[in-house]
């Protein structure tokens, strides 16, 4: 049974930082992509970043500069650090996982709120 947990989420000012964690279980975690996404209230699920199983890496125009993923496979986890967090940042943000050389994110967590505000 594969299991993605997220934790790390909360709430900061803006301009502060955050340290999302990922950790799977139940898989092959060196085989996998992992990706993170975030939704927003009223808004769809959209892309944050993702690392490939190699540790290529991959991030959305508006967290370029900010967010950094990445993953220790020896823990089966990936992280997402966010820095320079602004308001619009806020959202619950999600943790995926695809095999390697597929294109579809086949496992999902349950997801941790972040809230940016003053």
């Known amino acids: 049974q594969v299991q993605l947990v997220e934790s790390g989420g909360g709430l900061v000012q803006p301009g502060g930082s955050l340290r999302l964690f990922c950790t799977a279980s139940?898989?092959?975690?060196?085989?996998?992509?992992m990706g993170w996404y975030r939704q927003a209230p009223g808004k769809q699920r959209e892309l944050v970043a993702t690392?490939?199983?190699?540790?290529?890496?991959n991030y959305a125009d508006p967290v370029k500069g900010r967010f950094t993923i990445s993953r220790d496979n020896a823990k089966n986890t990936v992280y997402l650090q966010m820095n320079s967090l602004k308001p619009e940042d806020t959202a619950v943000y999600y943790c995926?996982?695809?095999?390697?050389?597929?294109?579809?994110?086949?496992?999902w967590g349950q997801g941790t709120q972040v809230t940016v505000s003053s």
């Open positions: 995926a996982a695809r095999w390697y050389s597929s294109s579809r994110y086949a496992y």
């Open positions: 139940g898989l092959s975690f060196n085989s996998y992509s």
């Open positions: 690392i490939t199983n190699t540790g290529r890496t």
